[in-house]
């Protein structure tokens, strides 16, 4: 199994436990999806109580989470457009200089990518949910919520060089 971890916090950010893709080799974008927690119990993977003709009215005592958020304990943070540009110019500042350290031939290709995809990302701004690791460090990675083309399907999108591959 592979875990992945903020390069800035090492809060853990998701694991390969995930549906994971790689995007223009500069995010990962994750499947996931809503399940239902019981107080005190296990997470219920999101099996389809209708095609099984079951209930699908929640129990007392149980919600419906997002299984990455609440597998990795992500906090929901906010942005305006104006406040999330002045934070990303910040942290593609420090995940550079993380990767001038420890993979300098990786930075141009960074730049560049990171650069076009900030762009998609301004350009769909309120399409998206922000997050922040479990200890809601301001300096580390922001991952963004959306959903697929069909509004249904949730997704998350993690800057792929800010983030740390461990094998578990």
Same mark, same amino acid.
């Given at each position: 199994?592979?875990?992945?971890?903020?390069?800035?916090?090492?809060?853990?950010?998701?694991?390969?436990?995930?549906?994971?893709?790689?995007?223009?080799?500069?995010?990962?974008?994750?499947?996931?999806?809503?399940?239902?927690?019981?107080?005190?119990?296990? $997470?219920?993977?999101g099996a389809n109580p209708s095609a099984e003709e079951?209930? &699908? @009215?929640? +129990?007392? *005592? /149980?919600?419906?989470?997002?299984?990455?958020?609440?597998?990795?304990?992500?906090?929901?943070?906010?942005?305006?457009?104006?406040?999330?540009?002045?934070?990303?110019?910040?942290?593609?500042?420090? $995940?550079?200089?993380?990767?001038?350290?420890?993979?300098?031939?990786?930075? &141009? @290709?960074? +730049?560049? *990518? /990171?650069?076009?995809?900030?762009?998609?990302?301004?350009?769909?701004?309120?399409?998206?949910?922000?997050?922040?690791?479990?200890?809601?460090?301001?300096?580390?990675?922001?991952?963004?919520?959306?959903?697929?083309?069909?509004?249904?399907?949730?997704?998350?999108?993690?800057?792929?060089?800010?983030?740390?591959?461990?094998?578990?």
């Amino acid at each position: 199994m592979l875990l992945y971890e903020d390069i800035l916090t090492s809060d853990e950010m998701f694991s390969d436990a995930f549906p994971v893709k790689t995007v223009d080799d500069i995010v990962y974008e994750v499947d996931c999806q809503l399940v239902t927690v019981k107080a005190g119990a296990d $997470v219920d993977i999101g099996a389809n109580p209708s095609a099984e003709e079951g209930d &699908e @009215a929640l +129990e007392e *005592g /149980a919600t419906q989470v997002n299984n990455v958020v609440y597998s990795f304990r992500l906090q929901q943070s906010s942005f305006d457009k104006k406040s999330y540009l002045s934070y990303l110019k910040g942290y593609m500042k420090a $995940v550079k200089a993380k990767l001038a350290e420890t993979n300098p031939e990786r930075v &141009e @290709a960074f +730049e560049k *990518g /990171a650069g076009a995809y900030a762009k998609k990302i301004v350009a769909n701004f309120k399409d998206f949910e922000f997050y922040t690791g479990e200890s809601m460090n301001p300096d580390g990675m922001v991952a963004l919520l959306n959903y697929r083309e069909d509004g249904v399907t949730p997704y998350f999108t993690f800057w792929k060089d800010g983030l740390k591959v461990i094998k578990l």
